[in-house]
Structures are given as C-alpha cells and as structure tokens.
C-alpha cells in the first residue's frame, strides 16, 4: 500500500467554536490505482487531502494517522516533508487560477518545482519543461512557457498546473475537483489527459469530486463521506450498484440520470431527494451523523456511531445495511 | 400546443473592457457577440431546457427575455404581444406574467428584508391581492414551496442555500406568472438538495400549468426534466427539438460532442479521444461561418465560409448544420 490514512481527524478553531471537518477517516490509495474521494460541501473530502500534503493552517489540529511508503507524514518535521509534497506527492487545485502565481511566466513556475526537486541543470530543465507541456497537451510550448497565467483560458491553465505537480515525477498525485469550474467538454479532455498520465507515468491518482459520474468515468475505487466521515468504500461499479451505506444509496437515488429509463425528459421517473439538509459539524454526532435525514434508520443509529466493516473488498459503516 | 415565448433573431453585443495598450494605439474597443442571432419558440405549458457551455450566450438570452437587457435587434413575442415595443402597463402586465429565478437567492433577496417583507413587496406592487389578504397570500406562498408558516418572519441569512432558492421561486411565483425563466436555479446546490428543487419546479409546473424556460450547463438535468431542449454555442441555437429525441440521436457535431463528454453513470474508464478537442474560440472574435468549424471533427471547406441556418434539414427538428441532412 502507497498510501494508509488511519483515524484521520481535523479540527478548525473558530471564533464560534471547534469545527470537526474531519472525523476518523480510514482509506487507502495502492501503487497506481484511481480512487474517488466523493461527498458533498462540507463532507471534510478536501480537508483530509489537504490534511494529507500537510497544507492546513495553523488553526487546524490534525491527527490521526499517514503513513506514505512506510513513514508517518503527519509526524515529520516541515524539511522532511518538503521532498515529499510536490515532490513525490503532487498537487492540483480546483481554481488554478488562485493556485497559480498570477505575477510570474509559466515556464518560470515550472521551473520552480523542477529546481526544488530535481538536480537537472538549467538547459536540461528547460527541455523538461517544454516536454512536460507537451505531455499535458500545450502546443507550442516554447511561447506559452514565457506567457503569465491570466494569458491562458480555464482549460490551458488546469493543464499547466497538472504540468507543474508532474514536473518532478510524482508516485501519487492528489487533485482536489480538478474539472469542477471546467466546461464539460474541457473537462472530458482533462479527465482523459489524467488518465492517461496516470498510465503513462505509472502513478496514484487521489481524486476528490462531488460529482458521481466523473467517479464513475474515471475511478476504479470510490471512498463515499458524509460530515467528515467514512461512509464506505470499494469498487466503484459495487458500490455504485449495490450500495453498503444508506447515505450512498440516497445520494444515488438523488442523482437525474440514474434511473432505468434516462432519455424520457419531463416524464422520467422523480428524482428521490434527501431531506433536510448537511449536519452542523461543531458538534458531531455520536452515533451516525446521517441519522437525521435517513429513511431506515433505528434508534440505535442516534446513540451509536457505526464502525467501518471491512468485508472483502469493501467497507461500511452503516447499521442499517441489512434493511437497504 | 400553442406558442407562448416566440424568439426571433435576437441579437446583443457588449462593449469589452479595452488595455492600457489598445487605448495608446488607439484601437477600437473590442464588441463582445453575446447574442448573435437566436431563435427559439417557447410552447404553452412545457419546459424548455436551454443548454450549453459558458460564454455561449445562455444567460444574456436569459436576461434579455424577461428585458434586463434590451437587445440590439431581434423580435420577442409574447402571447401575440410584441414585448419590445411594450411600455406603461402593458409592460407592467408582462412584466408580471414572466419571471425570473437566478442562479444566486442570496445574491437576489434583498438581506435586510424578512421573508414575508420581500413576498408582500410583490403583492403589493402589482396590486394581486387586497393588504388585508397579503398575509394569508403570503403563508400561501410559503406553502406551495414547502416552506414553513415560520420562515415569514425570518430573514434570508438564517436559510439554507435549498431553502433560500425556495424563497426566490415563492417570490417569482407571487405575481401568478405564467412563464418562469430560471438561469441555473440549482447549479449551487449539492445533489441531495438539487433534487429537492427540482421536483419542486416540475411539480409546480403540474399544479400551476406554469411554462418553464430551464437554463443550465448540466445535460443531466434537462434530460430529466425538460420536454424539448435548444443548445446554444457561441450565441447561436444550433440545434432545438424534443429532448428524448434529440438525447437519442444528436444530429450537430456540437450536441454530439456534448452528450459524450457528460459524465456517465456507468462506471467506465475514459480512454481514447476527448469528446470534442479544443476550446470555445472567443467571443470577441468568433470564426466565419459555422462558428464550431474550428473544432468540428466532420467539417468541410465550406463549413468555415457559409452560415448554417437553423433548419430541420430532412429530420424532425431544426438544426444549424450544413452537413444534417444531406
């Protein structure tokens, strides 16, 4: 196993209280597999990626457990660490526009990370540079490494920043709804270009989405959470199919274009909504945070939280499983 | 079914923002094409979806249907009224008979008000109901949109982004309209809350026999729930018909391109060619002829020179192809 996240907790200090964005998360991310980590706002799903490359701020209490290729990243000291984030674990943001320096050329933020990470000289990291364009599918490399972030379209930018988290080769790469603020069509583009990254350089890919579909394209494993909580995880066609966890199977059941019979417009089947809404997460729940809003749930549910069951290849904690 | 919302033609151009260096060399400001010539007809009682990518247009049609932006040129008929040439309470009238629903509540309520100041504003402007029966209209109101009698006296920060579109489409809803036009009502919201607001408007077009005009970037969406679509790419409609057929046989390269780079709920692994290669060319200078040539896999010399008119072409709905058909 490449990566192991046992027990993960976060915790935010705010003027109104403590904040639990993340509360006990177990997954695991294998030498070049694809795994989707899926929930909606405020599930904790980009906290515990960030958690993970160590980018929280200083109000955040993180513990709990990463250990990537045998060490614990959480108890490293920051120079231990700088080799490893950006290094052989790469990062790609939803907004590459926030994530990229608006004042500097591409070419030169490219070459911040190749310098950082590489022992190449200059002439051979510019020929990296204008090689790691054109893997992301930037044509005429030579004039956009010299062009600012503000010069290339939503899709160019994404696919710039995909270029810098590769430039130093990364064994896991951690993308954070990389296609979210995307056109579909870009987005079909982006999504193929990592994969087929994915293949071509043989690495991990992390990603977190709140789109089950593109779980569904892209993933061969999803981790589905709920108010910073493991619901389950396994393959994603079964878990898709044959949901373990009450709150994957309402949000399945919530999604248009799910049904037998897609393609029969107003006369489709009605979507089956969640009700009421996401939890407060100032104070979790002892027993299953989605107790509130789910239909099969028991009294036992309100009082006891459910332990992640390991059972084959997958895993839930879900109390109610049996009446799904 | 008879023609509610008849659009013809309708063209806007915006005004961009000029550099420091255009203004030295004195060059023109650039002229966004927001609207290039679309056309479109809304039928009695049934949802049209309108779909496309950003910066195709969508939302200035939006806006200019309701007239928050006048058009350049172009017709708009509504119910055999001509709605340009509207003024002094033939306006009003109109104005009352179609509504808007944005994609941002927060950003459309007013945060100072209470929930029951913002509906009986409506109320009381259009004169729908006596002030005596404001109140009751206004718990009427809150009903129909599955709020509680409570939300009247709160004000819309202590909401929920699902309840706050609530509020918003009990707002639109207020002035008994006949036509709603909601610009990507639910694109804010999570799935589980997304399909809360989507029944709501489906059911509340079978209680009320309301027209919808559904704006959105999301296929999903408009294949569950509306009956005839029109797709929109760089200011154009390029292909307009029912939804079931138009999802089951595409017949633009654009609308094909579309419906397979949605997301599938099957799972699969995306491998291969992208659905369509390329970018959306910019407004401010959009291509010659069929504005989608330059990333058309079947397009031909003449594709970059002549104009594809939106026409059935040999098949059952119109489209903007010179290749359909023939």
């Known amino acids: 196993m490449t990566l192991q996240v046992r027990d993960l907790r976060v915790v935010f200090q705010t003027k109104s209280g403590a904040i639990h964005a993340v509360d006990g998360v177990d997954l695991d991310v294998g030498a070049g597999e694809v795994v989707g980590l899926v929930g909606e706002s405020g599930s904790g799903k980009s906290v515990t990626l960030r958690a993970i490359a160590r980018l929280l701020h200083a109000n955040a209490t993180v513990s709990g457990g990463v250990s990537w290729r045998g060490a614990d990243l959480l108890a490293m000291d920051e120079a231990a660490m700088r080799p490893i984030r950006g290094g052989q674990i790469g990062i790609v943001f939803q907004e590459p526009m926030a994530a990229l320096n608006p004042v500097l050329p591409i070419g030169l933020q490219i070459d911040e990370s190749l310098v950082a990470h590489t022992d190449l000289d200059r002439a051979a990291r510019r020929r990296r540079a204008l090689e790691l364009l054109d893997q992301v599918g930037i044509a005429a490399g030579a004039t956009r490494l010299g062009q600012y972030p503000h010069e290339f379209s939503g899709g160019m930018r994404q696919r710039a920043m995909i270029a810098i988290a590769l430039a130093a080769n990364p064994a896991l790469l951690l993308a954070d709804e990389p296609t979210t603020a995307l056109d579909v069509t870009i987005q079909d583009q982006i999504l193929r270009l990592l994969l087929r990254l994915k293949d071509e350089l043989g690495m991990a890919l992390l990603l977190v989405t709140h789109d089950l579909g593109v779980v569904a394209q892209t993933c061969e494993k999803v981790v589905v959470m709920y108010a910073g909580r493991v619901c389950e995880w396994g393959p994603t066609a079964d878990v898709f199919a044959r949901p373990n966890h009450a709150y994957t199977q309402a949000l399945l059941r919530a999604m248009p274009g799910t049904g037998a019979m897609p393609g029969t417009g107003a006369t489709a089947e009605t979507l089956i909504p969640i009700p009421g809404m996401a939890p407060r997460l100032d104070a979790p729940s002892p027993g299953c945070a989605f107790t509130p809003r789910c239909t099969v749930s028991e009294p036992l549910c309100a009082t006891a939280r459910p332990p992640l069951v390991v059972e084959h290849a997958r895993a839930f904690a879900c109390h109610g499983r049996g009446r799904l | ?326």
């Open chain 2, 1 to 326: 079914m008879s023609v509610l919302l008849d659009v013809s033609g309708l063209e806007r151009r915006f005004a961009g923002a000029r550099g420091m260096g255009d203004m030295i060399a004195r060059r023109p400001r650039p002229v966004v094409h927001a609207l290039s010539g679309v056309s479109l007809q809304v039928q009695d009682g049934e949802t049209l979806g309108i779909v496309g990518e950003s910066g195709c247009g969508k939302s200035t049609l939006a806006r200019c249907m309701v007239r928050l932006i006048e058009p350049d040129a172009g017709r708009i008929v509504f119910d055999g009224q001509d709605v340009l040439a509207l003024d002094g309470p033939a306006r009003r009238g109109f104005n009352r008979a179609v509504q808007m629903v944005f994609q941002d509540p927060y950003a459309s309520l007013n945060p100072r008000k209470t929930v029951h100041a913002t509906l009986a504003e409506a109320l009381r402007v259009h004169r729908i109901v006596p002030e005596a029966g404001i109140a009751a209209r206004v718990l009427e109101l809150l009903d129909l949109v599955q709020l509680p009698a409570s939300a009247a006296g709160r004000h819309p920060h202590e909401f929920s982004g699902g309840q706050r579109q609530r509020i918003g489409i009990a707002r639109a809803l207020s002035v008994q309209p006949r036509l709603i036009i909601a610009d990507e009502p639910v694109s804010a919201l999570d799935v589980s809350v997304q399909a809360q607001i989507v029944n709501l408007f489906m059911d509340l077009q079978r209680r009320l026999g309301l027209t919808l005009v559904f704006i959105t970037h999301d296929l999903r969406l408009v294949r569950h729930m509306a009956h005839r679509v029109a797709v929109m790419y760089l200011g154009r409609v390029v292909e307009t018909g029912p939804v079931a057929e138009i999802f089951a046989a595409p017949r633009h390269p654009y609308t094909q391109a579309l419906l397979r780079a949605v997301p599938q709920m099957t799972p699969r692994e995306l491998r291969g060619e992208p659905a369509v290669s390329g970018e959306l060319p910019s407004p401010l200078a959009p291509p010659p002829g069929c504005a989608f040539h330059p990333r058309c896999p079947v397009a031909e010399a003449r594709c970059a020179r002549e104009l594809p008119a939106l026409e059935r072409r040999g098949g059952g709905w119109p489209v903007a192809c010179l290749r359909a058909g023939g």
